[in-house]
């Protein structure tokens, strides 16, 4: 069966300092994974997806198939990365969310 | 483009109303959905369409009812509402390019 574990609900780190927002997830085919973010009074938008390898906003996530993570990391975080980041499977028909985590950056 | 627009954004019933949230998106994608937010929880699939004329269940679809008469509108049907609906609804379309889901703004629904 799919899932998506986001292991922290919460999450504070100072500004400047490397943050890591864990993704663990399960599924028997080749995964396609996403990390989704809600700024405050925003509407969830996309951030990354795993196929394009991108980085977006400094956030970088790298697919470790023999651990079933996608973990979401920034060298250095910033008050405006502040918000709700859902990790995301994509299934047949549709997306499987995590849980969740807020991400509080401490100025 | 307006993209997903959902209406309402807030609305209070009290238990055994029913209402209907609407959901339209101009961006001609063929896949759509609704998701239920909550504290904990996260984001759960309610029912999604894959095209005009079709709608299937999500993890969550006891209590709604969804129809797909056009590739543009979706609305969500709650025909007796229960406190345990209290939640953010957000509706989402597809794009099948690049499989990124566009969210609405959500509909913040309180049931008395």
């Known amino acids: 069966a799919q899932r998506v574990t986001q292991p922290e609900k919460l999450l504070s780190v100072f500004k400047g300092a490397p943050v890591e927002l864990k993704c663990n997830y399960s599924?028997?085919?080749?995964?396609?994974l996403f990390w989704y973010v809600q700024y405050s009074r925003q509407r969830l938008q996309l951030l990354l997806r795993?196929?394009s390898r991108e980085s977006i906003k400094g956030f970088t996530a790298d697919l470790n198939k023999g651990e079933t993570s996608f973990h979401l990391k920034k060298p250095f975080a910033q008050e405006e990365d502040s918000a709700m980041y859902y990790c995301?499977?994509?299934?047949?028909?549709?997306?499987?969310f995590g849980t969740g985590t807020r991400l509080t950056v401490i100025p | 483009n307006a993209g997903v627009t959902q209406t309402p954004k807030f609305q209070v019933l009290k238990t055994g109303q029913s209402m209907t949230l609407q959901c339209a998106q101009d961006?001609?994608?063929?896949?759509m959905s609704w998701y239920r937010q909550d504290p904990g929880m996260g984001l759960r699939l309610i029912h999604y369409?894959?095209?005009?004329?079709?709608?299937d269940q999500g993890e969550v679809p006891n209590g709604y009812n969804v129809s797909r008469s056009t590739t543009e509108d979706f609305p969500l049907r709650l025909l007796s509402a229960a406190p345990s609906q209290t939640s953010v609804y957000f509706c989402?379309?597809?794009?099948?390019?690049?499989?990124?889901?566009?969210f609405g703004e959500g509909s913040r629904l309180t049931v008395l």
């Open positions: 989402a379309s597809l794009t099948a390019n690049t499989g990124e889901l566009f």
């Open positions: 961006m001609n994608h063929e896949y």
């Open positions: 795993h196929i």
């Open positions: 369409s894959v095209g005009a004329g079709i709608t």
């Open positions: 599924y028997s085919g080749s995964p396609e």
């Open positions: 995301a499977l994509a299934g047949a028909n549709n997306l499987f």
